[in-house]
């Protein structure tokens, strides 16, 4: 901070100089270089330092691994509600990977789970936790099936396409974050293009992969994943007890060979590429209420807890029997609030 106090001053004395210089002293031209070519000279020395010059701009690897993962827990602990396999496998899986500075192969994540139940949010978590500008980083990088893959017949060309951007963006920064959505409405075989991305290779055409993370969205699976958690409800166990071994063999399996999936019989899969499969539990009448209390919080406003519960009774809930579950999750809690509150 000394460095950075001592150039700004010396730059701001510089700009004075003409207020307190005599007139007539120095010729004027000859001046306004001088001072020019020394402010600028006290400024690039200023930025050319790495951590100075991140302050003012965006750089790959922007945020120290350890700040990364904090602020990682942290927003997670304060904003996901009814996921605690999320928040403890996403967590140790970022945290271990950016604190592992001989990685063997990028990091992959594979989330799945119902609309609603957080999938999209914690990808955004994990994007602002590495970048402050999270999603809107250049450095991240999300794709969405039905947007830019729409055509069964081009996938070829979309294969071409996105090998290039990965090794272009990669290339320019080795962290960077790739973020899948949709996957259970890509077109099948399309994802295994990326598979030597996803390898153990040190380096592919001079270029290596090995920091890179890369996440994957899925609504597939999400029906072995209510199968586990009714299993734990009728037998009196809590959500709470589930554990990821309960889950994730099995969770692997049903996306692997769901036809409607873009992991379809993957290579990704097959190769064991994929270094988490994380369920995303489908959420309760109170994860609901706890999603509409966040929401009235961010507009502004006092919680109304007569609101809260009036949002989350016009929630439909599932199995038909039970009523357990939200079919959407916290999804439409924002468009519901609109209703209430005249914003």
Not at 27 to 52: H, Q, V
Not at 63 to 81: C, P, S
Not at 155 to 176: A, E, F, H, M, T
């Amino acid at each position: 901070m000394r460095l950075r106090r001592g150039a700004l001053r010396a730059a701001l004395a510089l700009t004075l100089l003409p207020l307190l210089t005599p007139a007539g002293a120095v010729e004027p031209i000859s001046l306004g270089l001088a001072i020019a070519g020394a402010a600028a000279s006290a400024l690039t020395g200023f930025i050319s330092y790495p951590r100075l010059y991140c302050y003012f701009r965006e750089c790959c690897l922007h945020r120290h691994d350890r700040r990364a993962a904090a602020a990682l827990q942290e927003n997670l602990d304060k904003k996901l509600f009814g996921q605690h396999l999320v928040s403890k496998v996403v967590v140790k899986a970022v945290r271990g990977f950016l604190n592992n500075t001989n990685a063997k192969k990028p990091l992959a994540l594979s989330l799945h789970g119902w609309t609603g139940t957080g999938k999209n949010f914690v990808s955004k978590i994990v994007a602002e936790s590495i970048y402050k500008k999270g999603l809107q980083s250049k450095y991240v990088h999300q794709f969405v099936a039905t947007l830019h893959f729409p055509h069964a017949h081009s996938i070829n060309l979309y294969k071409d396409q996105l090998q290039s951007w990965i090794r272009g963006n990669v290339s320019i920064c080795p962290r960077s974050l790739f973020i899948f959505d949709e996957m259970d409405k890509m077109h099948a075989g399309l994802i295994d293009s990326i598979k030597p991305f996803l390898d153990y290779y040190e380096l592919l055409d001079g270029v290596s992969y090995r920091q890179a993370i890369f996440i994957f969205l899925s609504n597939a699976g999400a029906e072995k994943i209510t199968e586990v958690a009714l299993d734990f409800w009728r037998n009196g166990r809590t959500r709470e007890d589930i554990q990821l071994t309960d889950i994730q063999n099995a969770l692997s399996v049903s996306v692997f060979n769901n036809k409607n999936s873009g992991f379809w019989h993957s290579t990704l899969i097959d190769r064991n590429l994929i270094d988490y499969f994380v369920p995303f539990l489908p959420l309760e009448y109170k994860h609901v209420k706890m999603c509409v209390r966040v929401e009235i919080e961010s507009r502004g406003y006092t919680v109304d807890e007569d609101i809260v519960s009036r949002i989350a009774d016009e929630m439909t809930y599932f199995p038909r029997e039970e009523r357990i579950y939200s079919d959407k999750g916290c999804k439409t809690v924002d468009a519901k609030l609109d209703y209430y509150y005249d914003f």
